[in-house]
């Protein structure tokens, strides 16, 4: 099974950018007022900038970002995960980093309503996923086999490999992936995306005008700028 954060879809590719550089910006700016301005002494700023630089942010951008979080009139964000139901029953969480609960919880609570889903409370549909570290690996170029490459990411101390066409998904505990991060750099492997996910459990499959209604959800989650990430359990049919 292949695990993937929620893509953006076609037709709408300039705002669908500026949105994820948005995103990419805000996540960058809480992991400095976290930790500090020097990514080499802030794991989570190194792996956001490096998140940022494999989307193809550019450079100013991320300095800017860097810049504001450690300036005298710096916000601080509140990172919160909203569960609940989409068409169909199929599970959806839902994490924002935000300045306003309020206006956040109300943005996502009429996100659900208004797609034929309800926001649940918390813990609801959780259970359905697994908290892990998720390494991806472009294969394109990479001269091993998926023996050695299992090998490697075990002695990193990773969990598991899962194997695709095109990537290896390098599995780690939450807690343990920051050092397998690191061991697998060491080594000279870089990462397509890079961080702690929510992966599902199982996979739904939707079509039809469910699968419709969820696209349009994941469209509003999308264009709303506190929202960084959007975990599923479902796949959309061709």
């Not at 397998?180 to 929510?198: I, N, P």
Request: proline share 2%; aromatic share 8%; charged share 30%.
């Amino acid at each position: 099974m292949k695990f993937k954060l929620f893509k953006d879809r076609k037709g709408k590719a300039d705002q669908a950018k500026n949105n994820k550089f948005v995103k990419l910006s805000r996540e960058i700016y809480v992991q400095a007022r976290k930790g500090g301005a020097n990514p080499e002494a802030n794991f989570g700023l190194k792996t956001a900038i490096a998140n940022a630089r494999a989307e193809q942010m550019p450079n100013d951008n991320v300095e800017r970002a860097i810049k504001k979080a450690t300036g005298g009139d710096a916000v601080d964000y509140e990172e919160i995960m909203y569960e609940g139901y989409g068409p169909g029953g199929v599970a959806i969480m839902v994490r924002c980093l935000t300045d306003n609960r309020n206006r956040t919880a109300a943005d996502v609570r009429s996100a659900f309503n208004k797609r034929g889903g309800n926001m649940g409370e918390s813990g609801c549909v959780s259970y359905m996923f697994d908290h892990k570290g998720l390494l991806v690996v472009d294969r394109e170029g990479l001269e091993i086999d998926e023996d050695s490459m299992m090998m490697v990411t075990l002695e990193a101390g990773a969990e598991d490999l899962v194997v695709n066409d095109d990537s290896f998904e390098i599995l780690t505990h939450p807690h343990e992936f920051e050092q397998v991060k690191g061991a697998l750099e060491a080594e000279g492997y870089t990462f397509v995306s890079a961080g702690v996910r929510w992966l599902p459990q199982n996979m739904v499959a939707v079509e039809g005008e469910n699968a419709d209604k969820l696209s349009k959800m994941m469209d509003s989650f999308d264009d709303n700028d506190d929202v960084q990430d959007v975990y599923t359990n479902f796949e959309l049919e061709d």
